[in-house]
Nanobody
Framework: QVQLVESGGGLVQPGGSLRLSCAAS????????IGWFRQAPGKEREGVSC????????YYGDSVKGRFTISRDNAKNTVYLWMNSLKPEDTAVYYC????????????????WGQGTQVTVSS
């Protein structure tokens, strides 16, 4: 069965850090770009970050640049999102998604999606 499973979410204080993981099963991530998206209550889903397969290029949304880092470990079939200096406005459900080839800003191009993991930043 093809699956993407996010983990690592939770409650953290402002300024804290979390590492999210996106683990693939039923397929390998070698040929895929992996994107992270998030959706807060009452807001549209937005792109957070993406890492390509072909050249390892990374992309970040303006709101997280300098604070988040995306990386991949193909041997573990896993992509990570390192989240630092977290702010209350980072509170959202975070999703990972896979698209063949290179990163895309168009959500419809992503083939597989995880179920999401909740990140709450609050004191």
């Amino acid at each position: 069965q093809v699956q993407l499973v996010e983990s690592g979410g939770g409650l953290v204080q402002p300024g804290g850090s979390l590492r999210l993981s996106c683990a693939a099963s039923g397929f390998t991530l070698d040929y895929y770009a992996i994107g992270w998206f998030r959706q807060a209550p009452g807001k549209e889903r937005e792109g957070v970050s993406c890492i390509s397969n072909s050249d390892g290029s990374t992309y970040y949304g303006d709101s997280v640049k300098g604070r988040f880092t995306i990386s991949r470990d193909n041997a573990k079939n896993t992509v990570y999102l390192w989240m630092n200096s977290l702010k209350p406005e980072d509170t959202a459900v975070y999703y990972c998604a896979a698209v063949l080839g290179r990163c895309s800003t168009w959500e419809a191009e992503y083939e597989y999606w995880g179920q999401g993991t909740q990140v709450t930043v609050s004191s």
